[in-house]
């Protein structure tokens, strides 16, 4: 009967990480599994370039997996010890003076264990504290050797390791992944010139022009300083107040009050580099450059109440996803796409390309897909992998520049200061994820924490003692670009950058309705955490700016009047180009895998039909969708004359808005065993008002009757309801789940027209 029960347990092959309870045993403590061939070369550089270079992209060095495999450390079957290597007889007990006597001073392993615990954390980035990171490659799909000498774009097919980070950015290491909020989105290129750091976000523009005035922006958007409150969190007086009074933030904060700011997955948002850049060619030629990241799985996002739900049922909700996915082998995968331009487009243009508020739309210069970014290898360790990751804006390779954007110009200092404090010293490149693949070899010497040793006793150049080395690369060195510079030194900038609402009206009427009601519906709801009506009224002043078809609904979802309109820097702004902007809507990016990675689940009790289970769960498995069965309680479901289904999860550990979809399957006794449990209610109702697809077969209906208001009297969109599992009903059940959100449907059941 065991291997009964274990034949009908759902299955799936590709997710290990979900079902397939060998590979989803963690490894024996302190055992390391070692990765496959494939996954190992994967991410790394050619190996036929370790002896010695060969072209451009050779590589002296070892590959990424390789340098951080030389630190990894087996602790199987190996003996307890000491830091200082000294085996440990007794890992129980302090050493203390007679039975029950005082604990003694000298007992150094005691103290020297403690000592180390005491030191175990670091100070958490000051801001993107919360984040998870991945390993992975770059793929050139289109080579630039014309407008760059970057040789990650050198040839197409040329793949470099990467390490990727996502993160949020106002809450703390241990705050929710679901807040409203930016996403970070920082891709380490392990490259064979060096690292080069794209330390982006999910949103293309900031709130800020200028380096000068982010430390004000971050203590506004920060918990309050006399309470501490509130926590990853917008919602609050001093953000709103910074930035209704910085009508430069109008654009960003449209963004962020959009479905943007709560991503459904990380791997389902979109990165941007934000600034324009500069490729630079052998010539000396340069272009500027924006960066575009758009994942494979489509742009989604979550509503907001499911977001809120979510962080309170699953606070590491984006972390969890990005790691079972990659466990699992779906490796997120994202397009790199640029927009090139060059000097004379950008000074038609009626904005300026530096300023980091504004977008430049694709309806001016397309974006042109040139690589791929693949994540396919989950850290080993968090803390030294994830949370020492070193990201800096500086971190730039021979081919690329920056340009004089002014908060480019801060970003490229605040790095590598930040990680002195944070890492400890200034050898933070030495921990093995921020090594540079390409070996670092100058004259810069001791410092806290130092590894390398240096060996001779040249440490400066010029020298003859050391035979002239280390040599200075010359021509295939990093070369700014020289750009002309003439003017006074002052505090002012371009007069474009004084205009800040025309892309923000541009981004609002390019949202579909249900993107700007969402919109509107954020705003309401910060402004009505904020306890000051005058910074409630401002903003809105600040709003009417972009339309009143915003700050009209808004003031009005704050019972109050609609305020004067505040002034604006430049009463006659020069005509923009563009009105509306396909792209800049999230239907633009609806994906093209189906099902995959979703995640659906099937509510089942002791009355539930286990062949119809099985096979249900089955079919979508094949599809790629992540089933889970759902129950009263986990186990087995002892179903009289029927083999026992095996529940995943119960009610009570997985919520409805855990999922993307759910199905009921047919059973026995109009399934009273579901009917009548108050939380299959809650579970539909949220499945409902999230607008995710729902599937109720045979007696399943009596579950929807009873519960949700009588959902099953209605037709309603995304509901599927049918008698029998048959190839029509599962693919009109993908198709409404593939869908993503039933947006035609009512907000209340009640509501939803028969
Ligand atoms: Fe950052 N930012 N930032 N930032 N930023 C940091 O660096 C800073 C800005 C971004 O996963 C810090 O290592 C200044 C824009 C990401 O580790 C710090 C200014 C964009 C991450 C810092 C900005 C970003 C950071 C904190 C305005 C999008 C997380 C810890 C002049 C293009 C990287 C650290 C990771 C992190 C400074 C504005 C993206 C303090 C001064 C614009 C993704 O150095």
Redesign the pocket.
Known sequence: ETEAIAAAMPYNVNKGSEYDAEKAQCPMAGARIDQPAQLATGSTLSEKNNNGKTGESALPGKALYGQLSSVQQNDSEQVMTTNQGVPIADNQNSLTAGYGGPALLKDFILREKITHFDHERIPE????AR?SGAHGYFECTRALADITCATVFSEVGKRTPVFT?F?TVAGERGSKDTARDVR???VKFYSDQGNWDL???NIPV?FIQD?MK?PDLVHAVKPEPHHAMPQAASAHDTFWDFVSLMPESTHMLLWQMSDRAIPRSYRMMQGF???TFRFVNRGGESVFVKFHWTPKAGVHSLLWDEAVKISGADPDFHRRDLWETIESGEYPEWELGLQVFTQEQADNFSFDVLD?TKIVPEELVPVVPVGKLVLNRNPDNFFAETEQ???C?AHIIPGIDFTNDP?LA??IH??V???IS?LGGPNFHEIPVNRPLNPAHNNQRDGMHRQTIHRGRVSYEPNSLGGGCPFQAGQGGFISFPEQIEGPEHRIKPEKFAEHFLQARLFFDSQSSVEQQHIIDAFVFELSKVTVPAVRRRTISLLRNVSDKLAGPIAQGLGMPLPDIMPSAMPNPPQPEVAQSEKLSLCAFKGEEGIKTRKIAILVSQQSHVGQVIEISEKLMQQGAVVRLVAPHIGLQNNPGEISLDADASLENSPGFLFDAMVIADGTDELTQLASNVMVDDFIREQYRHKKAILALGAAKFVLQKNAIGLAEKKTPGVLISDTFDAATLNSFVSAVAKDRHFDRADNPADQTA
């Open positions: 980035r000051i801001v993107h984040g980070r993160s970070g989105f920082a330390v982006g976000n900031f380096a982010f580099g934000v600034h980091p990751v070193a990201f804006a908060l801060g970003r605040s790095y200061d930040t990680q944070r």
